[in-house]
């Protein structure tokens, strides 16, 4: 974890550098902190927000450079026998304001691919986290799996949300299949911003992340993408066009047609 701060810090330095302060924010993918190598392992290192060298140097960071900064860690549930994979809004004070629980866990069996049961070590969230204002906009938290099911992302949108954030660790298989197509139809089905930080390369024997962080559009366009390979942290920036945001859902209103089907 001391290493993955250290990379933090090196990414935080360059967002500064690019001009980030005060209206801007910063976005990690899913679980920063650490990617481990086994469900035992997920566990044993898991540390509270108050216990986490690597939150609490965020929290310095985000201070000192007076930048926002959304990142994915691992919490330990209260009985200490799972984690939770948990989003979390650093402000510009070092403060965590929000904090955002994962719905839907990764278990899948891909053919020719990886066999993975995050269930076995992550507890699932029971709740969606009201949008919240930011100095870019109001923003909707989910993470990485969350992204397959545009039901959470359509309760956003309904809460007027205007930036969804997908930090994730796709494997190679399915970013290669999916990962732009399910990040440009939330953009386009909920009107708003796509920001989808996404960690990249090889975490250990058993794990590599599909990697191209991305910046969607309402529009859907990819507005800056990162690639698949990258041998030292590095970061992409937008400008949020909040002015676009309210011409798309004007200019094609979507009219839900709630007396035939459920509200979501």
């Known amino acids: 974890m001391a290493h993955n701060l250290q990379?933090?810090?090196?990414?935080?330095?360059?967002?500064?550098?690019?001009?980030?302060?005060?209206?801007?924010?910063?976005?990690?993918?899913?679980?920063?902190?650490?990617?481990?190598?086994?469900?035992?392992?997920?566990?044993?290192?898991?540390?509270?927000?108050?216990?986490?060298d690597f939150v609490k140097g965020l929290q310095e960071e985000a201070r000192s450079a007076n930048l926002p900064i959304n990142v994915g860690i691992h919490e330990p549930t209260e009985d200490g026998k799972k984690v939770?994979?948990?989003l979390i809004w650093?402000?510009?004070y070092?403060?965590?304001?929000?904090?955002?629980?994962?719905?839907?866990?990764?278990?899948?069996d891909i053919e020719g691919g990886p066999v993975l049961q995050e269930s076995q070590s992550v507890e699932k969230?029971?709740?969606?986290?009201?949008?919240?204002?930011?100095?870019?906009?109001?923003?909707?938290l989910t993470i990485c799996f969350d992204l397959r099911f545009p039901e959470i992302s359509l309760a956003l949108k309904r809460q007027n949300?205007?930036?969804?954030?997908?930090p994730s660790?796709?494997?190679?298989?399915?970013?290669?299949?999916?990962?732009?197509?399910?990040?440009?139809?939330?953009?386009?089905?909920?009107?708003?911003y796509v920001v989808a930080a996404a960690q990249v390369g090889a975490h250990n024997e058993k794990r590599t992340?599909?990697?191209?962080?991305?910046?969607?559009?309402?529009?859907?366009?990819?507005?800056?993408?990162?690639?698949?390979?990258?041998?030292?942290?590095?970061?992409?920036?937008?400008?949020?066009?909040?002015?676009?945001?309210?011409r798309v859902r004007r200019e094609m209103p979507l009219h839900r047609r709630t007396d035939v089907y459920p509200k979501v």
């Not at 910063?26 to 392992?41: C, N, R």
């Open 94 to 108: 070092g403060e965590i304001v929000q904090r955002y629980q994962k719905l839907h866990l990764f278990d899948v």
């Open 169 to 192: 660790a796709f494997t190679l298989p399915t970013g290669n299949a999916h990962w732009d197509v399910l990040l440009r139809a939330r953009a386009i089905e909920c009107q708003s």
């Open 125 to 140: 969230g029971m709740s969606i986290l009201a949008p919240f204002d930011t100095p870019v906009g109001r923003v909707g």
């Open 90 to 92: 650093i402000d510009g």
């Open 7 to 52: 990379q933090c810090r090196v990414i935080v330095e360059k967002a500064v550098s690019a001009g980030a302060k005060g209206r801007e924010a910063l976005f990690l993918p899913e679980a920063t902190d650490y990617i481990a190598s086994s469900p035992a392992e997920t566990i044993a290192l898991a540390r509270s927000t108050k216990d986490s």
């Open 209 to 246: 992340s599909y990697g191209h962080s991305s910046i969607i559009s309402p529009w859907g366009e990819i507005v800056a993408q990162m690639g698949g390979v990258s041998l030292e942290p590095d970061i992409i920036t937008a400008n949020i066009d909040l002015d676009s945001i309210a």
């Open 84 to 86: 939770k994979n948990t």
């Open 161 to 166: 949300c205007e930036i969804i954030t997908f």
